[in-house]
């Protein structure tokens, strides 16, 4: 549950940006709080408590009104027509390569057609999933993110650092068809049991008591669905068998010519011979095409 606080006590004003799930974090806000304001670390602990509770409150009160689905608005009859010749041509996914190519990604051919068709499985009832392997500095975040950026914004959502409950406290639908980018799966380990639960089940389920406005004890279920699609990098050698058995393992290219690929393109990026604007402009395109699947199978 990440937040933005203006702490104010007399003419004293505090900032300050933090996670209230994180215990670390909300042990330092509460040290800075008291030095600052001459208090006691007990009242401003049980101050922020009170403020965390508010919020859960809040938000059990939002997941009771239910989450709204989006609907995407029907493209054009003359962009369901491109899209539709696009896809009916020969050598579909050979075109898709190549196009993925020119939106900047440089080398892993294999790797990267093989995350987009990932990616894209989304929109299906039992989606696929990936994780990229590498040493450090091979590009795995560098391909997961090139290849996200040619996913709708509104299908996909992007994740740092989560808690361990965080995944149970989104909207009922709110996960449904997306795709989750996971930039570093050594440091999510608290979040991978609810994701296998999504990945495997497609829903996740959790009860918790809380007090009510009169100070009853009452128990809500939480209810998450799915499917989704996962997506995440490591740099382990090997991945634990839970996770393994439920996604694609992509090994990136380490090779000296993969090297001197991507040392050309960067030559050429710094002097002027890559058409960045046109690599902006496929992404943006892409996004259409991609969401367009979906609505032109309905």
Known sequence: MRVTLKIEYKELVIRYNLDLYNDAAMDRLVKRCAERFTLGTAYVSD??????????????????????????????????????????????????????????????GINRLLMYLVFTSRKREQPLHVISLGCSGTGKSHLQEKIGELIPEEDKIEITTLSENAFYYFGQQELKHKLILIEDLDGAQE?????????????????????????????????????????????????????ANRNFLLYLEESKEQDQRIMEYQ????????????ECIWQDQQHHKDGNQHYLRL
């Not at 809040?58 to 239910?66: A, M, P, S, T, V």
């Not at 996740?204 to 669905?225: D, M, P």
């Open 47 to 108: 101050l922020l408590t009170a403020l965390v509770n508010d919020l859960e409150q809040y938000r059990l009160n939002e997941l009771k009104k239910g989450t709204q689905v989006q609907v995407r608005a029907p493209q054009n009859a003359e962009r369901i027509k491109q899209i539709t010749t696009f896809l009916k041509a020969p050598k579909l996914l050979a075109r898709t390569n190549e196009l993925i190519g020119q939106s900047g990604v440089v080398g892993e």
């Open 191 to 243: 979040v991978l049991y609810p994701l296998r639960e999504l990945q495997s089940k497609r829903v996740i389920t959790k009860s918790i008591a809380y007090k009510n406005t009169a100070g009853q004890t009452q128990t809500i279920h939480l209810r998450v669905e799915g499917p989704v699609s996962v997506a995440g990098c490591t740099t382990k050698e090997s991945v634990y068998e839970d996770n």
């Open 267 to 278: 030559r050429k990026k710094s002097a002027g011979r890559i058409n960045v604007h046109l």
